[in-house]
């Protein structure tokens, strides 16, 4: 095939970087790294958290001038300037998080995206190109309905949808199915690859699902520290080689092996909870919901139906309307008194920001917990000798990689911000830990370290509320699954008898 072959205004094309380098002043993002993406393929992109994979298609897509190296489209050497240039050679982009006016409809969103508007926009018109443009397409999107009103599933298939209407026949994906639920996830990505294999577009997908890219992609690169560490035909791959790819010789400690125990009495029980929501428009309402000693209790569900409300409601920080929280049948509100007395700890999502003083010391916020605690009660001074010697040894025993005890949290990674918060939480007699989203973000090591700790922390006897939008980890680590819907638990099921597309089912309200 011919480069002019392969470029045209409705074939998929091929696009290939050589040698891609980006250095920010003594800094080096992305070391000359050159990967091919054949017209009609569908390419996933691995990496752990800044092995460059943003910065890499930012090189592509214009946000970024390279400091050295050559892009090519459809055979020819391009350079893409800005946005604007790289969509004028047929590149689009679909972000994580929608782009969409949600008080539009689907329709308007659509014809709105267009970088240049006549001054008056014949609807008439507009509406008749928009029926013949669908009729091509695969995807199912109701026009005529407001964004706001439409299933993540169908904001993520019209994200695509406007950038097929667009004209883009390269696409680079960015984690496109993290607020989808696993029916919607399979749904857009096999509609997806249905397209490339028509030889529509070419996808450039960047995940960190291995199930994704084993299920749905053709080919697959790695990076690590920003260089190209490997890759290849998914068909001639494993789980275990690309995560090996990812990390190098950085083998994630093994995970802590959960004991086939039985669990305990309860220790967290929420009865008739009712609270307001972040957006007015929902509200929190459950009936019921228990956590039993030596136990994690996983919540599923799709992010907006009330988690963070709930995580919130038990971290003291937003008040109930009606009902109670129990631990152990004493009362509880979330006081600063009654998490120390009672052994809750909470591991809330976003910790640098969410719980942490940015600007203090590792080891100052270590010390929160306990600073003004002494063997003979409560005290009105500070150690500082005792807050940096207790610092050191919880550092050196979470593995948190810090620079000095005395460097401010905010200069941390985030897997080791989530060590260091984990430090302070499990330290002490807990008896329920609360956790929200604990990987979100994080790099391949970093997530087993924290997985395990999770789970040393069940094994100790502790009862573990994990909330998270990442079903696999709820299916990796929970005993017992329950799912929200609209700030309800709608479904239970012990992790040994969960079928993953029921829990999609209830995920998506669609029961």
Same mark, same amino acid.
């Given at each position: 095939m011919t480069?002019?072959?392969?470029?045209?205004?409705?074939?998929?094309?091929?696009?290939?970087?050589?040698?891609?380098?980006?250095?920010?002043?003594?800094?080096?993002?992305?070391?000359?790294?050159?990967?091919?993406?054949?017209?009609?393929?569908?390419?996933?992109?691995?990496?752990?958290?800044?092995?460059?994979?943003?910065?890499?298609?930012?090189?592509?897509?214009?946000?970024?001038?390279?400091?050295?190296?050559?892009?090519?489209?459809?055979?020819?050497?391009?350079?893409?300037?800005?946005?604007?240039?790289?969509?004028?050679?047929?590149?689009?982009?679909?972000?994580?998080?929608?782009?969409?006016?949600?008080?539009l409809t689907a329709a308007e969103n659509l014809v709105i995206a267009r970088e240049v508007q006549p001054a008056v926009i014949d609807w008439r018109k507009e509406r008749a190109a928009l029926t013949e443009f669908m009729a091509t397409m695969p995807f199912d999107v109701p026009?005529?309905?407001?964004?706001?009103?439409?299933?993540?599933?169908?904001?993520?298939?019209?994200?695509?949808?406007?950038?097929?209407?667009l004209g883009r026949r390269f696409l680079i994906l960015d984690e496109p199915t993290s607020v989808l639920t696993p029916q919607e996830a399979d749904e857009v990505l096999g509609l997806v690859r249905d397209l490339t294999r028509a030889g529509e577009i070419t996808v450039?997908?960047?995940?960190?699902?291995?199930?994704?890219?084993?299920?749905?992609a053709d080919d697959v690169s790695v990076l690590r520290r920003g260089r190209h560490a490997?890759?290849?035909?998914?068909?001639?791959?494993?789980? +275990? $080689?690309?995560?090996?790819?990812?990390?190098?010789? =950085?083998?994630?400690?093994?995970? %802590? *092996?959960?004991?086939?125990? &039985? /669990?305990?009495?309860?220790?967290?029980?929420?009865?008739?909870?009712?609270?307001?929501?972040r957006s007015g428009l929902g509200k929190l309402d459950i009936g019921s919901l228990t956590v039993c000693a030596g136990e994690i209790v996983g919540v599923a569900g799709v992010s907006?139906?009330?988690?963070?409300?709930?995580?919130?409601?038990?971290?003291?920080?937003?008040?109930?309307?009606?009902?109670?929280?129990?631990? +152990? $049948?004493?009362?509880?509100?979330?006081?600063?008194? =009654?998490?120390?007395?009672?052994? %809750? *700890?909470?591991?809330?999502? &976003? /910790?640098?920001?969410?719980?942490?003083?940015?600007?203090?010391?590792?080891?100052?916020?270590?010390?929160?917990?306990?600073?003004?605690?002494?063997?003979?009660?409560?005290?009105?001074?500070?150690?500082?000798?005792?807050?940096?010697?207790?610092?050191?040894?919880?550092?050196?025993?979470?593995?948190?990689?810090?620079?000095?005890?005395?460097a401010p949290i905010a200069s941390l990674s985030g897997g080791n911000v989530q060590r260091a918060v984990l430090a302070r939480e499990l330290s002490g007699d807990v008896k329920v830990l609360i956790v929200a989203n604990p990987c979100f973000g994080l790099d391949f090591s970093a997530v087993a370290e924290i997985r395990a700790r999770i789970v040393a922390a069940r094994e100790a006897g502790a009862g573990v509320l994990l909330i998270s939008e990442d079903l696999d980890e709820i299916m990796a680590l929970a005993d017992r699954i329950l799912v929200m819907s609209e700030g309800r638990i709608t479904y239970e099921v012990p992790a040994a008898a969960a079928d993953v597309a029921e829990i999609g089912r209830h995920m998506g309200g669609h029961v």
């Open positions: 480069p002019s072959q392969e470029r045209s205004d409705k074939g998929a094309l091929g696009l290939e970087t050589l040698g891609m380098t980006m250095r920010f002043g003594a800094f080096t993002a992305l070391d000359d790294v050159s990967i091919k993406v054949p017209a009609g393929s569908f390419h996933a992109l691995l990496g752990e958290n800044g092995a460059g994979k943003s910065t890499l298609v930012k090189c592509i897509m214009g946000f970024y001038q390279p400091t050295r190296g050559q892009l090519m489209v459809a055979g020819k050497e391009v350079t893409t300037t800005d946005p604007r240039a790289a969509h004028a050679q047929g590149l689009g982009m679909v972000y994580q998080h929608f782009t969409l006016v949600p008080s026009l005529d309905v407001p964004v706001a009103r439409l299933a993540a599933g169908e904001k993520q298939k019209l994200e695509i949808l406007k950038q097929l209407h450039l997908m960047i995940t960190h699902k291995f199930r994704e890219v084993t299920a749905f490997g890759g290849g035909a998914v068909a001639s791959l494993d789980h +275990e $080689g690309m995560a090996a790819m990812m990390v190098g010789a =950085e083998v994630p400690d093994e995970p %802590v *092996r959960r004991s086939a125990r &039985e /669990p305990g009495a309860e220790v967290l029980q929420l009865t008739g909870a009712k609270a307001g929501s907006g139906n009330g988690q963070g409300e709930l995580v919130e409601v038990l971290a003291g920080q937003r008040a109930l309307d009606a009902g109670t929280i129990a631990v +152990e $049948g004493a009362p509880f509100g979330g006081t600063r008194e =009654e998490t120390r007395r009672l052994g %809750v *700890r909470t591991l809330p999502e &976003e /910790p640098l920001r969410n719980a942490c003083a940015p600007r203090m010391s590792v080891a100052e916020n270590i010390a929160f917990r306990a600073f003004d605690v002494g063997k003979d009660g409560p005290r009105f001074w500070l150690r500082k000798g005792e807050i940096a010697r207790r610092g050191a040894d919880l550092i050196a025993k979470f593995k948190v990689k810090t620079a000095s005890p005395d």
